[in-house]
């Protein structure tokens, strides 16, 4: 049977196909809907977890009590997740366990543009990267074979374009794969330092057989056409040098760790000028010169950025010009929050507050973007916790961490667990949304909500503010600009741990209300104060303007006009 899928979609189904009994991620975009589709498999345990590294532990669980495994997650997530990883090297599998990493070249959804083909050469591990939808599929099948095969972990490694594009794939049945008897075999799966030392040297051995495996492995295809120009590429851009050169000679390299550094140089050997055409770092480039064979790599290719057939095509032949016309002028649309997003009211009073914000992972980032400007820092999940709490500790004072539900499960809990400790004089506002809100709408702990949309117990972020020991815990309307203003003024200024919990639903897991805004032209005098609140659906045109369709009925652009020229439709007053 053919259908219509996605490279996360296939995914999903080669492990359906592949006999895989648990899963188990954190939703992370590019990489999300490989859970979500797993989730829909009734075979199949699949569970959003708080976190990358508890993903990937319980699907080592999983395989150590003999069942076939899974962790999906995107590049940044294998950073959370690589403390387990690195020595997951070591132990190996039982039943077999695959990592699906998605990298996000071109920035589209996350902070850096890391490789993860740096881990995978790390941990000495085999990774595999498809081309389209159908070696997705095909791909992740195998992987759970080779897993079991060669006693390692396998890494499927996905981009954004590989991730979101769709196309026909043939699917199979599934495999129904017998249980295996769970391993007691402390030697194995114990890393104290005295089996450590055994275990790495079982890693070094395992790593010449997976050699052994990538250069005789059908995987990895040659298409010798010319003589004169050759390219070597893996996953996407694979398809970018065939759309750019059609008529070149091509090593197609799937397996790409441990890279087939043999049939490398007999591919080179053929073709006079050879070009390693890679997004982002050069891993390949680094081992292929490394061993002595010329190619023609971060010369000329960028190290940054995603790449395009018309980018490929540009760089090695300088005089080609696109045919098409291109919109490069069009003015960008600014990402923005939503209509009567409940963060909106929590940035407008913390730019009145005057106080210095760190800020987290989330739509609350677009916080930072004007007219808002109201965040001051992002680095990671949880960062803005930890950065609040050092920052308080030397003195800077004014200063306040947020952070959403769903990142204060992930990672916002030992953060303030160590402001708690280490007795700083921290406020903590957690914009509890009721969602993953960003990543499209995902359960979490404190949502009610498990995988597969069933009821499961609510871990309320109050009870474990107070547990930790904070004091100071309160629970405010975000829609309220006045009530979210006194919360921070009052909080910042005491000398303990404190936590402000903003609470309203997303808009998009809420109704509309039938109660909503406009403008009295009458009293309007075009001050743009209302505009500072960046709603989509305001705008100016002589007189501010409210957009009934798109408006929300939150209320914060009322609270902030001077004049009172917004109000209720009925006629009622502008009090949020």
Request: with cysteine; proline share 6%.
């Amino acid at each position: 049977m053919k259908v219509f899928l996605s490279g996360n979609e296939a995914v999903a189904r080669g492990a359906w196909e592949a006999g895989l009994i648990f899963a188990s991620s954190y939703p992370g975009t590019p990489a999300t809907e490989i859970l979500q589709n797993l989730a829909s498999y009734r075979e199949i345990k699949a569970e959003w977890a708080p976190n990358e590294k508890v993903a990937l532990e319980a699907a080592i669980g999983a395989s150590f009590a003999g069942v076939r495994s899974m962790a999906s997650m995107k590049h940044v997530g294998l950073n959370v997740a690589a403390d387990p990883f690195m020595t997951l090297s070591y132990t190996g599998v039982n039943g077999g366990l695959v990592i699906a990493v998605a990298d996000d070249p071109g920035l589209y959804s996350s902070q850096n543009e890391q490789d993860t083909r740096r881990y995978v050469k790390a941990s000495r591990i085999l990774a595999l990267e498809p081309s389209d939808s159908q070696e997705a599929l095909e791909f992740t099948k195998l992987a759970f074979e080779l897993s079991e095969r060669f006693d390692t972990p396998v890494l499927i490694r996905l981009v954004t374009r590989i991730s979101h594009s769709k196309c026909v794939v043939e699917v199979g049945d599934r495999k129904e794969v017998p249980r295996k008897v769970p391993q007691i075999d402390p030697a194995k799966w114990v890393m104290l330092p005295a089996f450590a030392k055994e275990r790495h040297k079982v890693v070094l051995e395992r790593e010449k057989r997976l050699k052994e495996f990538a250069e005789g492995s059908d995987l990895n295809r040659c298409e010798l056409l010319s003589e004169d120009i050759g390219f070597i590429a893996s996953g996407i851009c694979y398809q970018y040098v065939k759309e750019a050169f059609p008529e070149a000679s091509v090593l197609k390299l799937s397996v790409i760790n441990p890279l087939p550094l043999e049939l490398v140089r007999d591919f080179c050997s053929k073709v006079k000028r050879v070009y390693v055409v890679e997004e982002l770092d050069p891993i390949f480039e680094e081992q292929i010169k490394a061993a002595g064979i010329h190619v023609v790599g971060k010369e000329v290719f960028p190290e940054y950025g995603e790449f395009s057939p018309d980018l490929v095509r540009s760089v090695v032949d300088k005089g080609y010009k696109p045919s098409y016309i291109s919109f490069s002028d069009i003015p960008a649309r600014p990402p923005t929050l939503c209509p009567g997003c409940p963060h909106r009211g929590v940035f407008v009073a913390l730019r009145k507050a005057k106080v210095k914000v760190f800020g987290d992972i989330g739509c609350y980032t677009l916080g930072a973007l004007r007219p808002l400007s109201s965040i001051h820092s992002c680095v990671c999940m949880g960062a803005g916790v930890s950065m609040e709490h050092g920052a308080a500790s030397v003195g800077m004072g004014n200063s306040v961490a947020i952070i959403g539900d769903s990142t204060f499960m992930h990672s916002g809990v030992p953060s303030l667990m160590d402001i708690v400790y280490n007795n700083s004089s921290s406020t903590v506002i957690v914009m509890d949304n009721g969602t993953t809100a960003m990543t499209g709408k995902q359960p979490h702990p404190g949502t009610g909500v498990n995988a597969k949309g069933e009821p499961a117990p609510k871990i309320p972020m109050e009870r474990i503010a107070e547990a930790l020991g904070v004091k100071r815990v309160r629970i405010v309307d975000p829609y309220s600009v006045d009530e979210v203003y006194r919360a921070v003024k009052e909080e910042v200024q005491v000398d303990e741990p404190s936590v402000i919990i903003t609470r309203r639903p997303c808009t998009l897991i809420t109704t509309r209300p039938d109660e909503i805004w406009e403008v009295d032209k009458d009293k309007c005098i075009a001050c743009g104060a209302c505009l500072k609140v960046g709603c989509m659906a305001l705008s100016m045109n002589g007189k501010a303007k409210i957009d009934e369709v798109l408006c929300f009925g939150c209320g914060v652009c009322a609270q902030v006009c001077p004049v009172e020229a917004i109000v209720k439709r009925n006629g009622g007053s502008n009090e949020g």
